[in-house]
């Protein structure tokens, strides 16, 4: 196993709708990439908070007389953060991962691929993935990223 990238952060709310850029090199001989992702808490937790988000969003959406906001907007819950991956390799993009999992096991190679990711060589040289901070909905999350050469799990 050949570790390219560990990240350990946590995002705050004034990340929300921003995208973070991760760069790692690849070596020529690597046959297999694997991406673990995870990131904490999935759902805000506050009622009182969450009908106060959605609120603000029906008024920017809506004429503002929306009777769903009085009669329905437990329907929306929970609100979720979602935060979702990009791969791109020395020649451009190789996939992404739009999904709505909190936590993801992702891989390359040159036959076969996670979904969303497209197999092909495993170019030697700078790769980056990108995380698209999607909604960012709790005060703060945390978030793990690792990237690594070979077969073997961490």
Request: charged share 20%; hydrophobic share 35%; aromatic share 8%.
């Amino acid at each position: 196993m050949n570790q390219l990238l560990e990240i350990e952060e946590k995002l705050t709310s004034a990340q929300n709708q921003t995208h973070i850029t991760y760069s790692f090199a690849v070596s020529d001989s690597c046959c297999k990439l694997n991406i673990d992702f995870s990131y904490s808490p999935k759902s805000l937790d506050n009622e009182a908070l969450s009908k106060e988000i959605i609120g603000q969003s029906l008024r920017k959406y809506s004429d503002g007389n929306d009777p769903v906001m009085e009669e329905g907007w437990r329907r929306f819950l929970p609100l979720k953060n979602l935060i979702t991956i990009s791969v791109d390799d020395p020649n451009g993009f190789r996939g992404a991962c739009h999904r709505q999992d909190s936590e993801q096991h992702l891989f390359l190679a040159t036959g076969t691929a996670s979904p969303g990711l497209m197999p092909g060589a495993l170019l030697e040289g700078q790769w980056s993935i990108t995380l698209s901070i999607h909604a960012l909905v709790t005060e703060t999350c945390s978030y793990k990223l690792s990237v690594w050469e070979g077969d073997e799990a961490l």
